[in-house]
C-alpha cells in the first residue's frame, strides 16, 4: 500500500507514451464521432439539405410527436423483451448446461466445442439459414412439427407478429449460448472442490447445490453476462435487419431501437430520406439509456458478490 | 441411493439425448449450407433441403475467380490481421499502464475507455464517414484498420486490464531492483504473462473483425477492395438472386473461421472464457 | 528496446504503407467516370453497354459499381455528402430523384441531352424532373405489373388467360377448387404487397388511374374516400387464393413457388421474364397484363422507370454529358432491353420476347398509363411517410389484424400529421 502511494505521482513520460496510442486511435475514430452525434442531435439535418438548428426539439418530437414516439416505445418494448427473453433462453440455459457439462459427462469437450460454434459465424450466414429453417413451407422446423404430430403448431414464423420477434431472440440465442455456457462452465470450475463435496456429504440435492453454492459463487459472471447481453440487446439489430427488414415486419412486429434509428437516420430504400438530426438524436437517447443502466447494475451487484 | 442412481441412470439416457438433439439444430443448418452450396440454382430452387443430386463445382470456381473471392479472401486477411495486432499492442501497453501504475486520472481514463464497450460503432457511422473522408482515407484499407482497432480498443483494455491487476507486484519490483525500466517490464516480464488474455482479445476481435460488413459497406467502394462479407452481398440482386453462388460464397466466408476453430477450439473457448470470467 | 524499436518500426511501415495506398492513380491520358447502381445482378450487361460506349469514344472509361440495393441510398448519401460521390449515378424517379435534384447535387440536362425529347413519352419524364421542372434524369428499364400464369396449369384446369378482374378471381377460385393453389404470393416482404399489387399490377385500374389521386394531392378528398377503401377491398379479395402460410413467405419463396410449379399464378413485374426461365427453362408461361371491372373495358397499368442521374460537382462535365447521350440512344436502348430482357421507355425498341411484345400491346391499348403514384411522390416527402403507411397497413390487412377500413384511416391519420391540403 505504501510503495503504490509512493507511485501516485505526475504523470511520467513512459505512462504517456503506454497510453497515448490507445488513447488517440481510441478518441479519434469512436469518441469523436459521437460527440459530433450529439451536436447532430440538436439539428434538423436531412443529410442533402441544409442544417437547421433545434435544440432539443428532436428530443422532444421523439417522446411526444406521433408516430415517433409510438415507434421508439414499440421499439423499447421490443429491445426489452427481447432482453428478457434472452435472459431466460440464452442465459438460464446456458447456465444449466454448464452446470451440467461441469459434471462428469461424458464428450463434455464436444459439446462444448459444438455448443460455441454459432458464435464465429457471420451475423449474415445465421439470419440467412434460419430463415431457410423458418420457413412456413419447406422448412425444417414445421416439417419436424408436423412429422411428430405437432402440425398444429406449424406457422409462419417470422410473419405471425405473435411469433416474429421471439422466432429472432430464439435464433440470436442459438447463435450466442456458447458464450454464457462458457463464461459460466470456467467460473463453476473456479470454484474449489471442497464445496461441492461438502454440499454433497451434508446430502444436498443437485438444485441445493446450484441454488446455494455454485450460483452465488458465480455471481460476478452472472453480472457480467447479464450486462454484456444488456448492451447486445439494447443495441440489437443485424439480425432483425436480416430476417425482418429495416421496417421490422410483419408492421413494426420486430422494430427494435437499431432498426428504428437506422430508419430515421438513413431512411428507407425508397421512401423518405431520413433525417440524420434526428437519427442522431435516437443514438443519444439509446446511449444514454445503455450507461445509466449498466451503471446502476454494476453498483448494485457489485454489493452483492460473494468472496471466496 | 440405489433409487436415485436408477433415476440417475435413466436421467443420464434422456440429458444424452437432449444434448445430441441440440448439437444437431447447431450442426445441421450449416450442413444445409454446404449441400445447397454445390447444386445448381435451379436444384436449390426445386429441394433446398435435399442432399444434392450431382456436384455443381463449378459454382465455387465462379465464385472464386470470376466473382473476385481470392481477392476478397486477401483483403480479409490483411484487415483482420493488421487490425488485431494494432488492437494487441496499442491495448496491451495502455492496460498495462491503468493497472499498473497510480495516476492522476487513471481512474477517469480507466472509464473512459470502458464506456466505448456501450458505443456501437454503427451509431456514429456518419460523422465518421466525413471524418475519414477529410483524412482522405475513403476507400482504403486504412479506414477499415483504424475503424476496426479503433471499437476494438474498450473490450480489449477492460479485459487485459483485469488480467494485468491480477499479476502479483513482487515480480515488477524484483524486475525495477534488477534494473530493468518500465518498458522491459511490461514488454518482457509482464506482457508474456498475460498470453491467455491476448489470444482472447485476438480471437475475440478476430471473429468481429472478420465477420463484420458494416463498415466496408460504407468506406470502401472499389471492387479489388472489398472484403468477403462485403464481397457476398454483391449475390443478393434487387430482385434477382443466384442462390447456388451465395450458398457457395456462403460456405467460403464461414469456412476460415470454422477451419481455425475446428483446430483451436480449446485456446478459442479458453481465451474467450477465461478473459469474461476474470473481468 | 531493440525489440520495442522494431516494433515501431514495424508499425510505421505498415502505416506509410496504408498512407500510400490512398492516392490511387489511374492511367494517365485517360478519364474515368464512376458509376453507381443498386443492380448488383445488371453489373455483366452493364459492363457491355459500357464496352459498346467506350469502343465509340476513347478516352472516358467508365467504371460502374452496383450495392446492395438495402444499403445503396445510405452509402450514396454519406459519399455524396463526404465529396466522393460518384460522377453518375442510378436513381429512382421521384422521391430519391427530387431529394438530391432539390438541394442542388444534380446535374440538370435540359438542353444538353437532345434526345429526351424525341425517344421519350413526355409522360415518361414527369418522374425525372426535379421541383423546379428541369429534367435531371434518363429513365431506364421500366417495368409492366401484371399476373404471370403457369400455361401447363391452364390447360390442366381447363382455364383460359383472365380477361378482367371478375375474371382473374373466376379463375383462382377454379384452380383452388381443383385442390391447387392459385397464387404464389406471400407478405412476409411488405414491398410486394405495396409495389407489385397495389402500385403495379392493380391499383392503377383500381383508382382510374389519377382520378383520385390527383383530387387526394389538392385536398378535395383523402384516404378515406370510398374509392380508397374499396381498391383495398378488391385487393383483400386474393387472399383466400394465397398458399397456406402466407405471412411467412418472403418474395424468394414465391419466385421458388411459381417457377418451381406448386402454384399456378404469381403477381409480379416484368423484370422476372429471364429469371424464370433461367430458373426453370421447362416452365410454360405468359402474362396477363390490366384488369378491368368487365372484359374489354377500360384499364389503367403503371410503369414506374428508374433513371441514371448526374452529380453537380463532377470532375468531367463534357464526359458524362456524352454518356448520358449514350444512355438517351436508341442503341442503348435496345441494347438495354434484349440484354436485361426487360423493357425501356425509350421509344422505338423492338421487342422480341412474346411477352414484351404482349405487354407493349396493352401500354398502348391502356386508357392511362401512369407512374406509382398513390404511396411514393407526393405523401412520401415527410414522416411519416406513404411508403411505410402503406407496406405495414397492407401487411396488416393481409394478416387480418386490419380492415380496409382501418388501414385506410391509419394512412390518412399518418398523411394528415403533415400534408397541408388535408389539415382543415
Same mark, same amino acid.
Given at each position: 500500500?505504501?510503495?503504490?502511494?509512493?507511485?501516485?505521482?505526475?504523470?511520467?513520460?513512459?505512462?504517456?507514451?503506454?497510453?497515448?496510442?490507445?488513447?488517440?486511435?481510441?478518441?479519434?475514430?469512436?469518441?469523436?464521432?459521437?460527440?459530433?452525434?450529439?451536436?447532430?442531435?440538436?439539428?434538423?439535418?436531412?443529410g442533402l439539405?441544409?442544417?437547421?438548428?433545434?435544440?432539443?426539439?428532436?428530443?422532444?418530437?421523439?417522446?411526444?410527436?406521433?408516430?415517433?414516439?409510438?415507434?421508439?416505445?414499440?421499439?423499447?418494448?421490443?429491445?426489452?423483451?427481447?432482453?428478457?427473453?434472452?435472459?431466460?433462453?440464452?442465459?438460464?440455459?446456458?447456465?444449466?448446461?454448464?452446470?451440467?457439462?461441469?459434471?462428469?459427462?461424458?464428450?463434455?469437450?464436444?459439446?462444448?466445442?459444438?455448443?460455441?460454434?454459432?458464435?464465429?459465424?457471420?451475423?449474415?450466414?445465421?439470419?440467412?439459414?434460419?430463415?431457410?429453417?423458418?420457413?412456413?413451407?419447406?422448412?425444417?422446423?414445421?416439417?419436424?412439427?408436423?412429422?411428430?404430430?405437432?402440425?398444429?403448431?406449424?406457422?409462419?414464423?417470422?410473419?405471425?407478429?405473435?411469433?416474429?420477434?421471439?422466432?429472432?431472440?430464439?435464433?440470436?440465442?442459438?447463435?450466442?449460448?456458447?458464450?454464457?455456457?462458457?463464461?459460466?462452465?470456467?467460473?463453476?470450475?473456479?470454484?474449489?472442490?471442497?464445496?461441492?463435496?461438502?454440499?454433497?456429504?451434508?446430502?444436498?440435492?443437485?438444485?441445493?447445490?446450484?441454488?446455494?453454492?455454485?450460483?452465488?459463487?458465480?455471481?460476478?459472471?452472472?453480472?457480467?453476462?447479464?450486462?454484456?447481453?444488456?448492451?447486445?440487446?439494447?443495441?440489437?439489430?443485424?439480425?432483425?435487419?436480416?430476417?425482418?427488414?429495416?421496417?421490422?415486419?410483419?408492421?413494426?412486429?420486430?422494430?427494435?431501437?437499431?432498426?428504428?434509428?437506422?430508419?430515421?437516420?438513413?431512411?428507407?430504400?425508397?421512401?423518405?430520406?431520413?433525417?440524420?438530426?434526428?437519427?442522431?438524436?435516437?443514438?443519444?437517447?439509446?446511449?444514454?439509456?445503455?450507461?445509466?443502466?449498466?451503471?446502476?447494475?454494476?453498483?448494485?451487484?457489485?454489493?452483492?458478490?460473494?468472496?471466496? | 441411493?440405489?433409487?436415485?442412481?436408477?433415476?440417475?441412470?435413466?436421467?443420464?439416457?434422456?440429458?444424452?439425448?437432449?444434448?445430441?438433439?441440440?448439437?444437431?439444430?447447431?450442426?445441421?443448418?450449416?450442413?444445409?449450407?454446404?449441400?445447397?452450396?454445390?447444386?445448381?440454382?435451379?436444384?436449390?430452387?426445386?429441394?433446398?433441403?435435399?442432399?444434392?443430386?450431382?456436384?455443381?463445382?463449378?459454382?465455387?470456381?465462379?465464385?472464386?475467380?470470376?466473382?473476385?473471392?481470392?481477392?476478397?479472401?486477401?483483403?480479409?486477411?490483411?484487415?483482420?490481421?493488421?487490425?488485431?495486432?494494432?488492437?494487441?499492442?496499442?491495448?496491451?501497453?495502455?492496460?498495462?499502464?491503468?493497472?499498473?501504475?497510480?495516476?492522476?486520472?487513471?481512474?477517469?481514463?480507466?472509464?473512459?475507455?470502458?464506456?466505448?464497450?456501450?458505443?456501437?460503432?454503427?451509431?456514429?457511422?456518419?460523422?465518421?464517414?466525413?471524418?475519414?473522408?477529410?483524412?482522405?482515407?475513403?476507400?482504403?484499407?486504412?479506414?477499415?484498420?483504424?475503424?476496426?482497432?479503433?471499437?476494438?480498443?474498450?473490450?480489449?483494455?477492460?479485459?487485459?486490464?483485469?488480467?494485468?491487476?491480477?499479476?502479483?507486484?513482487?515480480?515488477?519490483?524484483?524486475?525495477?531492483?534488477?534494473?530493468?525500466?518500465?518498458?522491459?517490464?511490461?514488454?518482457?516480464?509482464?506482457?508474456?504473462?498475460?498470453?491467455?488474455?491476448?489470444?482472447?482479445?485476438?480471437?475475440?476481435?478476430?471473429?468481429?473483425?472478420?465477420?463484420?460488413?458494416?463498415?466496408?459497406?460504407?468506406?470502401?467502394s472499389?471492387?479489388?477492395?472489398?472484403?468477403?462479407?462485403?464481397?457476398?452481398?454483391?449475390?443478393?440482386?434487387?430482385?434477382?438472386?443466384?442462390?447456388?453462388?451465395?450458398?457457395?460464397?456462403?460456405?467460403?466466408?464461414?469456412?476460415?473461421?470454422?477451419?481455425?476453430?475446428?483446430?483451436?477450439?480449446?485456446?478459442?473457448?479458453?481465451?474467450?472464457?477465461?478473459?469474461?470470467?476474470?473481468? | 528496446?531493440?525489440?520495442?524499436?522494431?516494433?515501431?518500426?514495424?508499425?510505421?511501415?505498415?502505416?506509410?504503407?496504408?498512407?500510400?495506398?490512398?492516392?490511387?492513380?489511374?492511367?494517365?491520358?485517360?478519364v474515368q467516370l464512376n458509376f453507381w447502381s443498386?443492380?448488383?445482378?445488371?453489373?455483366?450487361?452493364?459492363?457491355?453497354?459500357?464496352?459498346?460506349?467506350?469502343?465509340?469514344?476513347?478516352?472516358?472509361?467508365v467504371k460502374f459499381t452496383?450495392?446492395?440495393?438495402?444499403?445503396y441510398r445510405?452509402i450514396l448519401k454519406t459519399a455524396i455528402l463526404g465529396g466522393s460521390g460518384p460522377d453518375l449515378f442510378w436513381s429512382?424517379?421521384?422521391?430519391m430523384l427530387?431529394e438530391y435534384a432539390d438541394n442542388g447535387y444534380l446535374m440538370p440536362l435540359?438542353?444538353k441531352?437532345?434526345?429526351?425529347?424525341?425517344?421519350?413519352?413526355?409522360?415518361?419524364?414527369?418522374?425525372?424532373?426535379g421541383?423546379?421542372?428541369?429534367?435531371y434524369g434518363i429513365?431506364?428499364?421500366?417495368?409492366?405489373?401484371?399476373?404471370?400464369?403457369?400455361?401447363?396449369?391452364?390447360?390442366?384446369?381447363?382455364?383460359?388467360?383472365?380477361?378482367?378482374?371478375?375474371?382473374?378471381?373466376?379463375?383462382?377460385?377454379?384452380?383452388?377448387?381443383?385442390?391447387?393453389?392459385?397464387?404464389?404470393?406471400?407478405?412476409?416482404?411488405?414491398?410486394?404487397?405495396?409495389?407489385?399489387?397495389?402500385?403495379?399490377?392493380?391499383?392503377?385500374?383500381?383508382?382510374?388511374?389519377?382520378?383520385?389521386?390527383?383530387?387526394?394531392? +389538392? =385536398?378535395?378528398?383523402? &384516404? %378515406?374516400?370510398?374509392?380508397? !377503401?374499396?381498391?383495398? $377491398?378488391?385487393?383483400?379479395?386474393?387472399?383466400? @387464393?394465397?398458399?397456406?402460410?402466407?405471412?411467412?413467405?418472403?418474395?424468394?419463396?414465391?419466385?421458388?413457388?411459381?417457377?418451381?410449379?406448386?402454384?399456378?399464378?404469381?403477381?409480379?413485374?416484368?423484370?422476372?421474364?429471364?429469371?424464370?426461365?433461367?430458373?426453370?427453362?421447362?416452365?410454360?408461361?405468359?402474362?396477363?397484363?390490366?384488369?378491368?371491372?368487365?372484359?374489354?373495358?377500360?384499364?389503367?397499368?403503371?410503369?414506374?422507370?428508374?433513371c441514371t442521374v448526374v452529380n453537380a460537382k463532377t470532375k468531367h462535365p463534357a464526359e458524362v454529358i456524352?454518356f448520358m447521350?449514350?444512355l438517351?440512344?436508341?442503341?442503348?436502348?435496345?441494347?438495354?432491353?434484349?440484354?436485361?430482357?426487360?423493357?425501356?421507355?425509350?421509344?422505338?425498341?423492338?421487342?422480341?420476347?412474346?411477352?414484351?411484345?404482349?405487354?407493349?400491346?396493352?401500354?398502348?391499348?391502356? +386508357? =392511362?398509363?401512369?407512374? &406509382? %403514384?398513390?404511396?411514393?411522390? !407526393?405523401?412520401?416527402? $415527410?414522416?411519416?411517410?406513404?411508403?411505410?403507411? @402503406?407496406?405495414?397497413?397492407?401487411?396488416?390487412?393481409?394478416?387480418?389484424?386490419?380492415?380496409?377500413?382501418?388501414?385506410?384511416?391509419?394512412?390518412?391519420?399518418?398523411?394528415?400529421?403533415?400534408?397541408?391540403?388535408?389539415?382543415?
Open positions: 500500500m505504501n510503495l503504490k502511494a509512493k507511485q501516485k505521482r505526475p504523470v511520467q513520460t513512459h505512462i504517456v507514451v503506454f497510453i497515448i496510442p490507445a488513447l488517440i486511435i481510441y478518441t479519434v475514430f469512436v469518441v469523436y464521432p459521437f460527440l459530433v452525434s450529439f451536436r447532430l442531435s440538436l439539428y434538423d439535418w436531412k439539405g441544409p442544417m437547421i438548428y433545434v435544440g432539443l426539439g428532436n428530443f422532444v418530437k421523439l417522446f411526444t410527436k406521433e408516430p415517433f414516439n409510438q415507434q421508439f416505445f414499440n421499439a423499447l418494448k421490443h429491445n426489452i423483451i427481447f432482453f428478457v427473453v434472452t435472459m431466460v433462453v440464452q442465459n438460464l440455459v446456458g447456465l444449466v448446461l454448464a452446470i451440467i457439462l461441469s459434471r462428469r459427462i461424458k464428450g463434455s469437450a464436444v459439446f462444448q466445442a459444438v455448443y460455441f460454434l454459432p458464435v464465429t459465424l457471420s451475423l449474415v450466414v445465421v439470419g440467412y439459414l434460419w430463415t431457410l429453417m423458418l420457413n412456413p413451407m419447406w422448412g425444417t422446423v414445421n416439417l419436424i412439427l408436423r412429422a411428430v404430430g405437432l402440425g398444429s403448431l406449424a406457422r409462419p414464423w417470422l410473419g405471425d407478429p405473435h411469433t416474429a420477434l421471439l422466432a429472432i431472440i430464439f435464433v440470436n440465442a442459438w447463435q450466442w449460448i456458447g458464450f454464457p455456457l462458457l463464461v459460466f462452465l470456467a467460473s463453476i470450475q473456479g470454484i474449489p472442490d471442497e464445496f461441492f463435496e461438502a454440499a454433497r456429504i451434508d446430502g444436498a440435492s443437485e438444485w441445493h447445490v446450484a441454488r446455494y453454492i455454485t450460483v452465488p459463487l458465480i455471481l460476478p459472471s452472472i453480472t457480467m453476462v447479464t450486462i454484456m447481453t444488456f448492451i447486445g440487446t439494447m443495441n440489437a439489430f443485424d439480425i432483425v435487419y436480416t430476417m425482418e427488414g429495416i421496417l421490422g415486419s410483419p408492421f413494426f412486429s420486430t422494430d427494435v431501437l437499431g432498426t428504428f434509428f437506422y430508419r430515421t437516420a438513413f431512411g428507407t430504400v425508397w421512401g423518405t430520406p431520413g433525417n440524420l438530426g434526428f437519427g442522431s438524436a435516437v443514438a443519444v437517447v439509446m446511449f444514454l439509456m445503455v450507461l445509466i443502466v449498466s451503471y446502476t447494475w454494476l453498483r448494485i451487484t457489485r454489493k452483492h458478490e460473494v468472496q471466496y | 441411493m440405489v433409487n436415485r442412481s436408477r433415476v440417475g441412470s435413466l436421467g443420464r439416457i434422456a440429458l444424452y439425448i437432449l444434448l445430441v438433439a441440440y448439437g444437431l439444430t447447431i450442426v445441421y443448418p450449416l450442413f444445409i449450407m454446404l449441400c445447397n452450396s454445390v447444386k445448381t440454382g435451379q436444384e436449390i430452387f426445386a429441394n433446398p433441403f435435399s442432399l444434392p443430386s450431382s456436384f455443381a463445382w463449378d459454382n465455387y470456381s465462379y465464385v472464386w475467380s470470376v466473382a473476385s473471392f481470392n481477392a476478397y479472401l486477401k483483403n480479409s486477411v490483411f484487415v483482420t490481421v493488421v487490425s488485431v495486432f494494432l488492437v494487441l499492442v496499442v491495448s496491451s501497453s495502455a492496460a498495462f499502464a491503468l493497472a499498473r501504475y497510480r495516476f492522476t486520472g487513471n481512474t477517469f481514463l480507466y472509464l473512459f475507455f470502458l464506456s466505448g464497450l456501450m458505443l456501437p460503432i454503427r451509431l456514429g457511422i456518419i460523422p465518421l464517414f466525413v471524418l475519414m473522408k477529410n483524412l482522405n482515407l475513403l476507400d482504403t484499407y486504412a479506414s477499415l484498420i483504424l475503424t476496426y482497432t479503433a471499437s476494438a480498443i474498450p473490450f480489449a483494455v477492460f479485459i487485459l486490464t483485469g488480467f494485468f491487476k491480477a499479476l502479483p507486484k513482487e515480480l515488477e519490483y524484483a524486475a525495477r531492483i534488477d534494473g530493468c525500466n518500465e518498458y522491459r517490464i511490461y514488454y518482457q516480464i509482464m506482457l508474456p504473462l498475460v498470453r491467455p488474455a491476448l489470444a482472447t482479445v485476438a480471437i475475440f476481435n478476430f471473429v468481429q473483425t472478420w465477420n463484420d460488413f458494416f463498415i466496408p459497406l460504407v468506406f470502401i472499389s471492387d479489388h477492395l472489398k472484403t468477403v462479407p462485403l464481397g457476398m452481398t454483391n449475390f443478393f440482386g434487387q430482385y434477382q438472386t443466384d442462390w447456388n453462388y451465395l450458398f457457395a460464397g456462403l460456405t467460403l466466408a464461414t469456412l476460415p473461421t470454422l477451419i481455425m476453430y475446428l483446430f483451436m477450439s480449446k485456446q478459442f473457448i479458453k481465451g474467450l472464457t477465461a478473459g469474461a470470467v476474470k473481468g | 528496446m531493440p525489440k520495442k524499436r522494431g516494433l515501431y518500426a514495424v508499425i510505421f511501415l505498415l502505416a506509410l504503407l496504408l498512407v500510400l495506398q490512398t492516392s490511387v492513380v489511374y492511367g494517365a491520358g485517360k443498386l443492380r448488383t445482378e445488371d453489373v455483366p450487361a452493364y459492363q457491355k453497354f459500357i464496352k459498346a460506349f467506350e469502343a465509340k469514344n476513347p478516352g472516358i472509361t452496383a450495392y446492395k440495393n438495402t444499403e445510405n429512382s424517379e421521384f422521391t427530387q435540359d438542353g441531352v437532345p434526345a429526351i425529347k424525341t425517344n421519350f413519352r413526355p409522360g415518361d419524364l414527369e418522374g425525372v424532373k421541383s423546379d421542372g428541369k429534367i429513365p431506364h428499364g421500366s417495368y409492366v405489373y401484371g399476373v404471370y400464369y403457369n400455361k401447363n396449369a391452364f390447360k390442366k384446369f381447363g382455364l383460359a388467360e383472365p380477361q378482367s378482374w371478375p375474371d382473374l378471381i373466376k379463375v383462382a377460385q377454379a384452380i383452388k377448387g381443383a385442390g391447387a393453389v392459385p397464387f404464389a404470393q406471400g407478405t412476409k416482404d411488405s414491398w410486394t404487397l405495396q409495389e407489385c399489387m397495389f402500385e403495379g399490377a392493380f391499383g392503377p385500374t383500381f383508382l382510374r388511374g389519377r382520378e383520385w389521386y390527383d383530387a387526394a394531392v +389538392k =385536398g378535395k378528398t383523402n &384516404f %378515406l374516400d370510398p374509392r380508397f !377503401v374499396k381498391a383495398l $377491398e378488391n385487393l383483400l379479395d386474393l387472399k383466400p @387464393f394465397f398458399p397456406a402460410g402466407f405471412e411467412g413467405i418472403s418474395y424468394t419463396d414465391t419466385q421458388m413457388l411459381f417457377t418451381q410449379e406448386r402454384a399456378a399464378m404469381f403477381i409480379g413485374g416484368s423484370w422476372e421474364i429471364g429469371f424464370f426461365e433461367r430458373m426453370n427453362p421447362k416452365l410454360d408461361f405468359d402474362m396477363a397484363i390490366g384488369f378491368p371491372e368487365t372484359k374489354g373495358g377500360p384499364y389503367w397499368l403503371a410503369t414506374p422507370a428508374n456524352k447521350n449514350f438517351a440512344s436508341k442503341e442503348f436502348g435496345q441494347m438495354y432491353s434484349s440484354e436485361l430482357k426487360t423493357m425501356t421507355p425509350i421509344l422505338g425498341v423492338k421487342y422480341t420476347h412474346p411477352i414484351f411484345a404482349k405487354a407493349s400491346r396493352r401500354l398502348d391499348e391502356a +386508357k =392511362g398509363v401512369v407512374p &406509382f %403514384l398513390y404511396s411514393y411522390p !407526393v405523401f412520401n416527402r $415527410e414522416e411519416p411517410a406513404g411508403d411505410v403507411l @402503406f407496406a405495414n397497413g397492407l401487411q396488416a390487412m393481409f394478416a387480418g389484424k386490419k380492415t380496409p377500413k382501418q388501414v385506410a384511416e391509419d394512412i390518412q391519420n399518418g398523411i394528415a400529421k403533415w400534408y397541408k391540403p388535408f389539415k382543415h
